[in-house]
């Protein structure tokens, strides 16, 4: 079982459509998650980290689920420009340190 | 302030060549991550340096590739005897304490031909 898994997608959503993404990890010790946005031929950027009490950032909003380990994003009217990949990272306590794990990312496309 | 920098930005290798791959993080940053991502696939973890702990080399696919941080600071990625199934970008990425965000670099686009 992959540490991160995502459904890879695409999603195809009209514009102004409310688009909703998940992520499980496997590893229960995972202390910190966040949300990344990778643009075609990009590196990655964080969009937004996820609390356990759920957050809100404009249209976007994370949220924690510990016992059931997964984690979703939620994009409330979908913009053009909310066409990228969306990749969810878990951080997680290794002998080494931390470690951020990505998943493969969930491609969105919004459409006219 | 300065962000993560990589270089070369685009690299054109012969097959059996060895390249050298260069990340300088921002100042202070502690983490120092190596991806890589193939044409369409997501990140693929390569290496981890945290402070002057023993790196993880978990995600290293052979023994060709090899890693080093210099003093805390600059990382080289070093793959020896290119294969065409090498061609990715390389990501480095940097972040400065447990809990902190990652910041990547733009990249180095390897194409061996």
């Known amino acids: 079982r992959k540490e991160v898994e995502q459904d890879p997608g695409p999603f195809n959503v009209p514009e102004g459509a409310t688009v909703a993404f998940n992520c499980t990890y496997s590893n229960s010790a995972s202390q910190s998650f966040f949300w990344y946005r990778q643009d075609c031929r990009k590196e990655p950027k964080l969009l937004m980290s996820?609390?356990?009490s759920g957050n809100e950032d404009g249209r976007f909003t994370a949220q924690l689920n510990r016992a059931s380990q997964y984690i979703s994003l939620l994009i409330r009217d979908s913009k053009l420009s909310d066409s990228a990949t969306y990749l969810c990272?878990?951080?997680?306590?290794?002998?080494?340190?931390?470690?951020?794990?990505f998943g493969t990312g969930t491609q969105l496309k919004v459409e006219l | 302030g300065a962000g993560v920098s990589q270089s070369p930005s685009n690299k054109v290798t012969e097959k059996g060549k060895d390249v050298e791959l260069r990340c300088d993080p921002i100042s202070g940053h502690t983490a120092l991550y190596w991806y890589r991502q193939s044409l369409g696939q997501g990140l693929e973890f390569l290496i981890y340096f945290q402070g002057n702990s023993a790196p993880d080399k978990s995600g290293l696919p052979s023994d060709r590739f090899s890693a080093e941080r210099t003093g805390g600071s600059v990382s080289t990625l070093t793959i020896q005897r290119t294969q065409q199934e090498d061609s990715a970008v390389y990501l480095c990425?940097?972040?400065?304490?447990?809990?902190?965000?990652?910041?990547f670099g733009p990249g180095t686009r390897l194409l061996v031909l």
């Open positions: 990272v878990v951080d997680i306590l290794t002998g080494g340190g931390n470690k951020l794990t």
């Open positions: 990425a940097t972040k400065r304490d447990r809990g902190e965000t990652q910041y």
């Open positions: 996820v609390y356990s």
